[in-house]
């Protein structure tokens, strides 16, 4: 093999290693755009509460609901943030979903099965 064709395989070989670590490098920091915020408990300390039953995030980023204790759960929203509602009924202990707040505002939630115990929360979404 002469030195030139050696050199070439070489640069190659570091090509492709470069490439790699500045797709990962990229997609590290495209992934990361929909930040994470915080949890709220569906049930928490023996109690039908969310926890914490206010919370302010900013624009874009995301909150975890988790099925803690005193199943079933959901998060129904009031108006103009229905469509954002988990209607569903979470039975089991650590289940959860991820909700992105996309707009400004006030977002008043409840779990339906509970609201009459006062399971119920806002999140303040602020630019």
């Not at 064709?5 to 495209?30: D, G, N, P, V």
């Not at 039975?91 to 509970?114: A, I, M, R, S, W």
Request: overall charge negative; aromatic content about 12%; glycine content about 8%.
């Amino acid at each position: 093999m002469s030195t030139i064709t050696k050199y070439k395989h070489e640069i190659m070989w570091w090509m492709s290693r470069l490439t790699i670590m500045l797709t990962a490098l990229f997609l590290s920091f495209s992934l990361a755009s929909s930040a994470y915020a915080a949890e709220i408990k569906m049930g928490s300390g023996g109690m039908l509460v969310f926890e914490p039953c206010e919370l302010t995030v900013a624009v874009g980023e995301s909150v975890t609901f988790i099925n803690n204790e005193l199943p079933p759960h959901n998060v129904v929203f009031d108006e103009p943030y229905q469509e954002m509602s988990h209607s569903d009924l979470a039975f089991t202990g650590g289940e959860k979903f991820d909700l992105v707040f996309n707009e400004p505002g006030d977002y008043h939630f409840q779990c339906d099965p509970h609201a009459g115990a006062g399971m119920k929360g806002v999140i303040h979404v602020t630019n």
